[in-house]
């Protein structure tokens, strides 16, 4: 799984390029939020049509407990369990309201798929 600002699709060559990949999250102050994350995601081995649920989550530094930020609904339908099926998901204006770290987590039901924690930080550098 990769966080990025974005994902650009070539129409010609068909290729994407992922733009910016997101390590940390850096505001100037809390709380904030972020006007766009891009969330791309590739699975394999699936079988048929395959809700899935992306949700991002703060995690509480001090106790451990997830806070559900958002949640994504998706449909995916895999023809053929041996290619590589792209999910990609765009996040508005994610609310960030500390230094708590966030989880993306891509689930089905039969359980979690794979997850990303990303760390978030004070601009320490920024005057405002």
């Given at each position: 799984m990769i966080v990025a600002n974005?994902?650009?699709l070539d129409r010609v060559t068909g290729q994407?390029?992922?733009l910016g990949i997101i390590h940390d999250l850096v505001a100037p102050g809390f709380p904030a939020a972020r006007p766009r994350l891009v969330v791309w995601a590739e699975l394999i081995g699936g079988h048929g049509a395959m809700p899935l649920l992306l949700a991002t989550m703060r995690?509480?530094?001090?106790?451990g407990a997830e806070h559900v930020l958002t949640e994504v609904r998706l449909r995916a339908r895999f023809d053929d369990p041996r290619r590589v099926l792209v999910v990609v998901v765009t996040i508005d204006d994610m609310p960030l309201a500390g230094?708590?770290?966030?989880l993306f987590r891509l689930s089905c039901p039969q359980g979690?798929?794979?997850?990303?924690?990303i760390r978030v930080m004070v601009d320490e550098e920024d005057p405002g």
């Amino acid at each position: 799984m990769i966080v990025a600002n974005d994902v650009v699709l070539d129409r010609v060559t068909g290729q994407a390029s992922i733009l910016g990949i997101i390590h940390d999250l850096v505001a100037p102050g809390f709380p904030a939020a972020r006007p766009r994350l891009v969330v791309w995601a590739e699975l394999i081995g699936g079988h048929g049509a395959m809700p899935l649920l992306l949700a991002t989550m703060r995690i509480d530094g001090s106790t451990g407990a997830e806070h559900v930020l958002t949640e994504v609904r998706l449909r995916a339908r895999f023809d053929d369990p041996r290619r590589v099926l792209v999910v990609v998901v765009t996040i508005d204006d994610m609310p960030l309201a500390g230094t708590d770290d966030i989880l993306f987590r891509l689930s089905c039901p039969q359980g979690t798929i794979m997850e990303r924690r990303i760390r978030v930080m004070v601009d320490e550098e920024d005057p405002g």
